[in-house]
């Protein structure tokens, strides 16, 4: 696991933006951290280093945004309203597990009961689960921790 202290939002957005250059067709980032924590942030990161030019918004009242403007199929999840796994898979939204681009996960804990550890099997590509826990350490300062993937 890496660990990076981002100390405002744009520097978030920056880590963001240089998962984005780097990304894989494939990759589900799984992210979990507390409301004000970054999520989003990172999101908006993503979504430029990708090369997107959308107004990316926490999808929370639609389940998903997608965003296809980029070099890669963006698909942004958020799973804040949905408590179970059963309400998940419900929804229809495992076919985000392997993307035809990147998935992003926002709450993703309420689907693997959690992120940070084997309980429930992740049925990604092999290699392009990335796991990452936001934590709100001040005002405007964030732990980032995260699988690294070579990002």
Same mark, same amino acid.
């Given at each position: 696991?890496?660990?990076?202290?981002?100390?405002?939002?744009?520097?978030?957005?920056?880590?963001?933006?240089?998962?984005?250059?780097?990304?894989?067709?494939?990759?589900?980032?799984?992210?979990?951290?507390?409301?004000?924590?970054?999520?989003?942030?990172?999101?908006?990161?993503? /979504?430029?280093?990708? +090369?997107?030019?959308?107004? !990316?918004? %926490?999808?929370?009242?639609? @389940?998903?945004?997608?965003? *296809?403007?980029?070099?890669?199929?963006?698909?942004?999840?958020?799973?804040?309203?949905?408590?179970?796994?059963?309400?998940?898979?419900?929804?229809?939204?495992?076919?985000?597990?392997?993307?035809?681009?990147v998935t992003v996960i926002e709450w993703a804990e309420?689907?693997? /009961?959690?992120?940070? +550890?084997?309980?429930?099997? !992740?049925? %990604?590509?092999?290699?392009? @689960?990335?796991?990452?826990? *936001?934590?709100?350490?001040?005002?405007?300062?964030?732990?980032?921790?995260?699988?690294?993937?070579?990002?």
């Amino acid at each position: 696991m890496a660990t990076f202290i981002s100390h405002s939002p744009a520097e978030t957005e920056a880590l963001g933006e240089r998962w984005g250059r780097a990304a894989q067709r494939g990759w589900v980032l799984a992210l979990t951290g507390d409301l004000g924590a970054g999520k989003t942030q990172l999101v908006k990161g993503l /979504a430029r280093g990708l +090369g997107s030019g959308a107004r !990316v918004h %926490s999808p929370t009242f639609t @389940l998903v945004n997608e965003y *296809l403007d980029g070099r890669l199929p963006l698909y942004h999840l958020d799973l804040y309203r949905l408590e179970t796994p059963e309400q998940i898979t419900g929804a229809g939204l495992e076919e985000f597990l392997r993307p035809d681009g990147v998935t992003v996960i926002e709450w993703a804990e309420r689907w693997f /009961a959690e992120v940070r +550890g084997p309980k429930r099997e !992740v049925r %990604s590509e092999p290699g392009k @689960l990335r796991r990452v826990v *936001l934590e709100v350490l001040g005002e405007t300062e964030r732990r980032i921790t995260y699988d690294d993937h070579g990002a």
